[in-house]
């Protein structure tokens, strides 16, 4: 296989507009989908239906949470009907993976509220394209008693959390934020200034660090 | 967004469907395919069925050249049916990769023979699965002066040359391979030694050097 070529010049109508479609997904480039879309041709023709099927199926028929706007099969998610789950407390993250990532560690029993992004002027996402409006009516309802912040520690992250966290504060409710520091495993000398410098300034007690 | 998740818990079979079927593709992990699919599901319904329908369309619709097996919308592809190539010299290569590849390079002025792949044992793939005995055919009927081996420089690139090499010995035509060497540019003392060896021993003519 060669490797350096500049421009493309297709042979097929057909392969050069399935490489500019896969192209448009994120991260992948014109070669990497032309690689992809040859493997397809490769496999059988049932192998490319299942793909697209499943594709297009989750596009027309998701649904999103009512409560949560978690990605969901059905008007309620999973975690928002289950009993054991404490509904006093909202975990406030930009998407579906931050869920699965925040579930997976099995140290949490609230409920989310998926944002679906982050305000980010420059990407022309502003506070309405997310689902700030809800989770301020939910703290309205009064039901509410703690919102944890579990965003990106970026400056669009650290934008939102401040623009929700303005908007909550007329209520009587606790905010937080999860803890930021030195991963679990980390050398110390390795760790960035402000990462470090958080860590000092919001250390925990020892008892504290023994607990799990 | 969070990092490190080892299983992942899907709130939706829609979801897991679709990242599953991704992740069929080669060199996409569950972590890329989640990327890719909730992208989609960020785009607009239209994005999605003009992915879909492009690939399915190139899956089901594709033709394959019935002179030299390139991917091709037609019977014949562009490169076959041009008059201005020069169908006595044939050069093989693996895929259309490759015969795009080529073609950037505006050097090469006949036409080709796309194998669909490279013998390899180990992943069942034997002569009988290549287009070899079309090439054979073709050079049978007694118009091909020259075959070019343009395979990758690999252990199945060098089995596959020396097995299409050997079936057509008893022809009278010539076979030449493209030369292998330091890659123009490339700094002499970081070339590896098998390259530097051969690109001594295949020297060329310095007055050669100078054209193009």
Known sequence: MFSNFTTMEFSSKLLEQAVYEMSQ???IG????????LHLLRQSENQTQLLTQALLKLRTEIKFCKNCHNISDVELCEICVNPNRDASIICVVEDVRDVMAIENTSQYRGQYHVLGGKISPLDG??????????LIEKVKSGFVDEVIF??????EGDTTNFYIFR???SFNIKTSTIARGIAVGDEL???DEVTLGRSILHRVPFENSLKS
Do not use: C, H, W
């Open 30 to 37: 014109k070669r990497t989908a032309l690689r992809l879309v």
């Open 150 to 155: 579990a965003l990106s520690s970026t400056m």
């Open 25 to 27: 997904l994120p991260g």
């Open 189 to 191: 000398e390795f760790a």
């Open 167 to 169: 908007q909550l504060e």
């Open 125 to 134: 996402i502003g506070p309405q394209d997310l689902t700030i409006y809800s």
